[in-house]
Nanobody, 116 residues
Framework: QVQLVESGGGLVQPGGSLRLSCTAS????????MGWYRQAPGKQRELVAV???????NYADSAKGRFTISRDNAKNTVYLQMNSLKPEDTAVYYC??????????WGKGTLVTVSS
């Protein structure tokens, strides 16, 4: 019933930008906290950015100042604008929606590769 689909990943050069999108279906989008996580090769999955339904945002230190999370409730979509990308940003990026810290849904991920 619930489906999250990420898009926008790809290959980008260091210093470049990408915009990731995640479109949800089967949920009441407006009530959820939305987040982006990533998992780099050989590393654990980590939080990149989150936004509550009230608009409060939090970022990982590594993303702060470079990445921006936003949401469009009318489109059931959350975005992650990534600027000044670095090779260490290379990872599979996952969309997450969470309701009251219990209901928790994940997308299958989109690969971001930062390389020259």
């Amino acid at each position: 019933q619930v489906q999250l689909v990420e898009s926008g990943g790809g290959l980008v050069q260091p210093g470049g930008s990408l915009r990731l999108s995640c479109t949800a279906s089967g949920i009441i989008f407006t009530i959820y906290t939305m987040g982006w996580y990533r998992q780099a090769p050989g590393k654990q999955r980590e939080l990149v950015a989150v936004m509550t339904n009230g608009g409060t945002t939090n970022y990982a230190d590594s993303a702060k100042g470079r990445f921006t999370i936003s949401r469009d409730n009318a489109k059931n979509t959350v975005y992650l604008q990534m600027n000044s990308l670095k090779p260490e940003d290379t990872a599979v990026y996952y969309c997450n929606v969470n309701f009251r810290g219990t209901l928790d849904y994940w997308g299958k991920g989109t690969l971001v590769t930062v390389s020259s």
